[in-house]
């Protein structure tokens, strides 16, 4: 079984709104001293796929295809566990 | 400057419907050997703290006040980058 650990983040420059929400309400709280807050996804996919190499490029493709927008997001993952 | 990576995820056993939802999006979209998919936050905080120290105690609390619900969800952060 290999684990592919994947985080989307939106682009810099583009507007994130979760990222200003979740900001203001850390401030209500009253923590101080916040700079910016940036909201991403986090995605753990266990895989049955029987290398390293294979595996990297399946999910290349599914962030490509379903996992991001690459248009606002971009995306890295990495692979862990042990093959076969 | 301090960035704090915090990642949240739901507890094991805890049912995770948009992981369950994904997966699904992906085995129609034709990806084999998908054992299971999870999904959870990803947040990046820009903090003004002047040591790692106080930036792990602020982040601390942020995540048991607001940022994961510690009935259904788990968190891990790091603190990275240069103090004062």
Redesign the interface.
């Known amino acids: ?1 290999l684990i592919a650990k994947i ?3 939106l682009k810099p420059g583009v507007l994130d709104a979760q ?1 200003d929400t ?1 900001k203001s ?2 401030e209500t ?1 009253g ?1 101080e ?17 029987r290398t390293k190499e294979q595996a990297t490029a ?1 999910v290349e ?2 962030c490509r ?3 991001a927008n690459p248009v606002i997001e971009d995306y890295r993952f990495e692979i862990e566990g042990a093959e076969g």
Request: aromatic residues 10%.
């Open positions: 079984m985080y989307v983040t990222g979740v309400a850390l709280l923590f001293g916040l700079a910016d807050v940036r909201v991403g996804k986090f995605m753990v996919l266990t895989l049955n796929s399946h493709e599914m295809r379903l996992l």
